[in-house]
């Protein structure tokens, strides 16, 4: 089906779905537990200063909330999927497939970092390098002193995103991969014969033996697990640990304290945009959709001094770019 049939199509499904009246009168969002916070401080702003009902905003992970936007159109489905990570390209050629046209939306900057409790002294300090070295599927170290005589006599305990979070993706490629060639193991593997993409995925694998564990859940599991394990260290976007200040403390990574100074300046090796997807076709459809995503990406709300940035968001300085692609949607 071609795109212009497809947006006939779509026409058709909300009015045959709803009686010729959408039945739906509110905007719906799913997707990353890093963008979750910044979507639901926006969704009760807009639902406080705008005639429509407040945004329904849930969470799941990046990957789930673009599935569920790419699943059909129609007011049983998504309309927006936030999310940490970029859309491959292959899962926008099937999104298309099922709903026409999407747009990506940036909203800003995040950072990713090590955090461990506040009592819990002796990471003041990691590199991609020692992450990769406790945690790769090809380590056999149960201590940090064994990663690095300078680290303390502390079992490895781990606490990373699932691989369903668009945080993990980001993990993946600028912790796993970047230490891996640290470490010198990704040369090594292509002198073995491995393509450059082959050597990076098997870098990216992790040990399942319980040093480190995948976190399925939100940000606030993962709090959880480093509050009942004292040796923890855990994964979390800076947005997050700017916002428990008061239970847990993050290491420099290279050198490099993370702060919204740092990401913004390029600084920080651990960062990534944050966007969300919009489903084009729901778009005029649901009350209140187009108005909801310019609200999201104002100055007064998205800018360096709006309530995002107080949170932890670093502001995108495109900012009055995506502002007019948005108000040409």
């Not at 945004?55 to 999927?81: F, H, L, Q, Y």
Request: aromatic content about 8%.
């Amino acid at each position: 089906m071609s795109i212009r049939n497809l947006a006939v199509a779509t026409a058709s499904c909300f009015l045959m779905a709803s009686g010729g009246v959408v039945a739906r009168d509110y905007v719906h969002v799913a997707g990353s537990s890093t963008v979750l916070p910044y979507a639901s401080i926006v969704a009760e702003a807009f639902g406080e200063n705008f005639d429509f009902p407040t945004p329904v905003v849930e969470s799941g992970g990046s990957g789930a909330g673009r599935k569920r936007m790419c699943e059909g159109v129609g007011t049983n489905t998504t309309d927006i999927a936030n999310s940490s990570s970029l859309m491959k390209e292959e899962e926008g050629t099937k999104c298309k497939a099922n709903i026409g046209e999407y747009t990506k939306v940036q909203i800003g900057y995040d950072g990713i970092v090590f955090a461990s409790r506040l009592e819990t002294k002796g990471y003041e300090d990691l590199a991609p390098a020692h992450i990769y070295l406790a945690i790769s599927n090809k380590s056999e170290v149960t201590n940090w002193k064994d990663v690095d005589p300078n680290f303390p006599d502390r079992n490895i305990k781990m606490f990373i995103p699932g691989t369903k979070h668009g945080t993990r993706e980001v993990f993946d490629k600028k912790v796993m991969v970047a230490g891996c060639k640290k470490a010198g193991t990704h040369k090594y593997l292509m002198d073995s014969g491995m393509t450059k993409k082959e050597a990076d995925k098997e870098c990216m694998k992790v040990r399942t033996d319980g040093v480190s564990v995948d976190i399925d859940g939100d940000y606030t599991e993962t709090l959880a697990s480093i509050a009942s394990n004292k040796e923890g260290i855990g994964v979390f976007g800076l947005s997050f640990l700017l916002n428990n200040t008061d239970t847990i403390y993050a290491s420099k990574v290279n050198g490099v304290v993370p702060s919204t100074e740092s990401i913004a300046s390029g600084e920080y090796p651990i960062s990534r945009p944050l966007q969300f997807y919009v489903k084009n076709a729901h778009i005029g459809q649901i009350p209140g959709l187009k108005e909801y995503i310019q609200f999201f990406v104002s100055d007064e709300i998205a800018g360096p001094d709006g309530p995002l940035a107080e949170y932890g968001l670093v502001s995108d300085p495109e900012l009055a770019k995506t502002q007019a692609m948005v108000d040409g949607l």
